[in-house]
């Protein structure tokens, strides 16, 4: 019975979201068929990925944070649409949502860049480098998990985390790495500026396995830093940071402390990404994800999903305003999946609220109201719908419609005049 009012609550809001942006003119049926027109060139792109961030989870996030009525920064956008998520299976992980939408090709859970016969395939990165445009990835995962990975590098199993970080290095020479991950760049016993076992988490040491790269990327020209302080000293070139042993946060269950406590906030590293990779003439390439919308979800602790979200926000305000002066910028906000089953219900003491993690969480706050919502679940794991895109600038006017997610790999090569 929980389950089945929980899926109509969901089917609701999905239903209620769609409806509301075809009446703004923002979702199409044309965006299908009506893709023959070439827009003008996006010099510059930068790509956000809410990792695990479907409809619901926006809404929570809107809510507490600007109300009933507000907009978020990554609401605030002219066009919309939805994305199927479906890898090779009925359900996605990150990397192989993440290499349909870097690569255009649907493939096998696991895969980074490389199609479902196992094939490396070429990455809008790796396009946009050859097109002679500065790149970068910014997350507040492990710079090599499969949300950043699959844009520059191409491996069979996303867990070869050194292969990958290799991979960045010497193969695509991506200008610009932030994020955390520190532990795949040194080898077993021999940590960097992140001690093993720290007391927030024991189990995350190096581990390693193509030796010290961190090394390696000083010798190729790569300025390291592993602070905020050392990050803002930087004034262009090459640029590596890590910024945690593993993710630059801790994911734990509802009521177990906040523990979403980035050194470098995602706002500050976006904005940093931004500075250095502008000074090309020739533009260029950014892609940056927010992990806390996934890793909280799985642990169905809406708290921390909400706040996660709120910071992704914050890093879309600053690329909004750089568009907004470069009008040439295009500017996506989009997932890869929905993680958690997500949905949002109104404070009942009588509702059912669930086992163990699966508990209900709430109630929050709806921000210049009175009211408030408790937030659902459905499962710990990802979830087969929708999710929606956002986009603004320069050939935003291609994502309007339902689309693959394939599409917004073969919509970026249309705006850069390459066939694919």
Not at 21 to 29: D, E, H, I, Q
């Amino acid at each position: 019975m929980k389950r089945s009012k929980r899926s109509m609550v969901q089917a609701a809001l999905c239903v209620g979201t769609v409806v509301s942006l075809m009446f703004t003119g923002m979702v199409s049926a044309k965006g299908n068929t009506g893709n023959s027109h070439t827009s003008t060139k996006a010099k510059n792109v930068i790509l956000f990925v809410g990792d695990g961030m479907g409809i619901a989870q926006r809404d929570a996030i809107r809510l507490n944070t600007v109300g009933v009525n507000g907009k978020l920064q990554m609401d605030d956008m002219p066009y919309a649409a939805l994305l199927r998520t479906h890898s090779t299976a009925p359900i996605t992980d990150s990397a192989a949502a993440g290499t349909a939408i870097a690569s255009g090709v649907k493939t096998y859970n696991g895969a980074v860049g490389m199609d479902a016969n196992k094939k490396a395939v070429k990455t809008v990165l790796e396009i946009a480098r050859d097109m002679g445009k500065s790149t970068g990835l910014v997350t507040t995962s492990q710079i090599t998990d499969a949300t950043p990975a699959v844009f520059a590098s191409h491996v069979e199993n996303r867990s070869a985390q050194s292969d990958i970080a290799k991979q960045y290095l010497e193969n695509t020479k991506v200008d610009v790495l932030l994020g955390g991950g520190e532990d795949f760049w040194y080898p077993a016993g021999k940590p960097g500026a992140y001690p093993d076992h720290p007391a927030e988490d024991t189990t995350e040491e190096s581990k390693g396995t193509q030796g010290n790269l961190v090394e390696k990327a000083k010798k190729l020209g790569y300025q390291y830093v592993t602070n905020n302080t050392e990050l803002q000293k930087i004034k262009g070139g090459k640029i590596l940071g890590l910024f945690a042993n593993e993710e630059m946060f801790q994911q734990k269950p509802e009521g177990e402390g906040d523990l979403y406590n980035p050194v470098v906030s995602l706002q500050d590293m976006t904005k940093k990404a931004i500075d250095t990779l502008s000074s090309n003439k020739k533009g260029f390439f950014l892609m940056v994800e927010e992990e806390g919308t996934d890793e909280m979800a799985h642990q169905n602790n809406a708290k921390l999903t909400i706040k996660s979200g709120q910071e992704l926000d914050k890093a879309v305000g600053v690329a909004k305003a750089f568009a907004k002066k470069h009008p040439d910028t295009l500017v996506l906000v989009l997932a890869d999946h929905e993680t958690g089953g997500f949905t949002i219900e109104e404070v009942d003491d009588k509702d059912e609220s669930g086992d163990g993690i699966s508990k209900e969480d709430g109630p929050f706050s709806i921000a210049n109201s009175k009211d408030q919502f408790m937030v659902d679940w459905t499962t710990s794991g990802h979830t087969g719908v929708d999710i929606p895109l956002t986009a603004m600038g320069s050939g935003a006017e291609l994502f309007h419609g339902i689309y693959e997610n394939t599409y917004v790999h073969d919509a970026l090569l249309q705006l850069w005049g390459i066939k694919k």
